[in-house]
Antibody, heavy 121, light 108 residues
Framework: EVELVESGGGLVQPGGSLRLSCAASGFIFSSDWMTWVRQAPGKGLEWVAHIKPDGSGANYLDSVKGRFTISRDNAKNSLFLQMNSMRVEDSAVYYC??????????????WGQGTLVTVSS | ETVLTQSPATLSVSPGERVTLSCRAS??????LAWYQQRPGQAPRLLISDASTRATGIPPRFSGSGSGTEFTLTISGLQSEDFGVYYCQQYKNWPPYTFGQGTKLEIK
């Protein structure tokens, strides 16, 4: 059974940094694209970034480009999101998800429980 | 960016009823559309992919249809565990992947 467990959320000041982690198990981690999706309090879902299975490429939401970096360690079945120059509008629950479908692109097959990030002074 | 518009925003229904949720795309997404359910306090759960294919373990009362720019999710015989927020997501035109704003299904 696929299991994804996020950690690393917390309170950070505007302009600060935070690193999120996602521990994966129950599937061949190195074979799948992985994604981060966020959800601001009381709001809808917003895709943030994803990374290729071998870590050789990634795509980002325009509003986080240059500030966030997604990475992975396939030896440790772990996904990361380094968030720098954080803004109040980055406050959200951040979910990691395993991609699937793999038609033109991907849907999100399995999700973690999320980790809450709050950006506030 | 492909914008997905869901309607209605909120739907109040009684258990046992049949409901239809709509998702409209600002440009064609072919059949590359997924539906998710999110119960309060929980992570989203994949229900439907490729517009009409149920994910593993999803009961047959959930069905999806549509292609191009118009899609529907139908739930037949609503059960208490079906209440929550439903999102559509397109994976044809990316990045970015985009979601609809959600339809909240409430108990009448």
């Amino acid at each position: 059974e696929v299991e994804l467990v996020e950690s690393g959320g917390g309170l950070v000041q505007p302009g600060g940094s935070l690193r999120l982690s996602c521990a994966a198990s129950g599937f061949i981690f190195s074979s799948d694209w992985m994604t981060w999706v966020r959800q601001a309090p009381g709001k809808g879902l917003e895709w943030v970034a994803h990374i290729k299975p071998d870590g050789s490429g990634a795509n980002y939401l325009d509003s986080v480009k240059g500030r966030f970096t997604i990475s992975r360690d396939n030896a440790k079945n772990s996904l990361f999101l380094q968030m720098n120059s954080m803004r109040v509008e980055d406050s959200a629950v951040y979910y990691c998800a395993k991609e699937a479908c793999y038609g033109s692109g991907s849907c999100f097959h399995s999700w973690g429980q999320g980790t809450l990030v709050t950006v506030s002074s | 960016e492909t914008v997905l518009t869901q309607s209605p925003a909120t739907l109040s229904v009684s258990p046992g009823e049949r409901v239809t949720l709509s998702c409209r795309a600002s440009q064609s997404v072919s059949s590359y559309l997924a539906w998710y359910q999110q119960r309060p306090g929980q992570a989203p759960r994949l229900l439907i992919s490729d517009a009409s294919t149920r994910a593993t373990g999803i009961p047959p009362r959930f069905s999806g249809s549509g292609s191009g720019t118009e899609f529907t999710l139908t739930i037949s015989g609503l059960q208490s565990e079906d209440f929550g927020v439903y999102y559509c997501q397109q994976y044809k035109n990316w990045p970015p992947y985009t979601f609809g704003q959600g339809t909240k299904l409430e108990i009448k």
